[in-house]
């Protein structure tokens, strides 16, 4: 029997996910260990299958480094999506995932559930770094130029970039006097 690595208490007993898929859940946290390839296995089994988004829940996100039930290394942690701040923990070397106590609610609430082996991927986890960066840099934008501003310049942005003549157009705006011969 395998002792759970997050609460360091409990068990990992064989189960099922919502009786669809083969776990261990913890005796003690309800956390579940899932091995990515009992879910692969299931999801070629049920293509057509989706899972209601409708669910109630409370996640206890364990925000310290967990370690693998199996080889006892740490696992990597990866972001579900750029809008919240969840992590699950994967183990590499065993390919297996992690979920606290109400991250497979999560899943299936953000439509991830049946993409749970895509968001391990390292596609999956820029796409997340990308729209992040962007987040940020709006929020950045925005409170220093204010609404207002901040509409009128993205929409001047806009526009500039479908004319053909772009590039002299920005020099022109960039420009100190576009008027002289000086710099």
Known sequence: MMKCTSCNAGELVPSFIDGLFRAHTCSNCQGNWILIEDYVAWKERNPEFTFDDNVNYEVEDTKKAILCPVTGTIMRKFRLTASNTYRIDYSAGVGGVWLDSGEWELLKEEGLAGSLNAVLTSHWQKNIRTISTKDNFYEIY????????????????????KQPNKADLRAYLLAEDPYSAEK
Do not use: I, P, S
């Open 142 to 161: 925005l409170d220093k130029f204010g609404q207002e501003t901040y509409e009128k310049v993205k929409e001047l942005r806009t526009w500039l970039e």
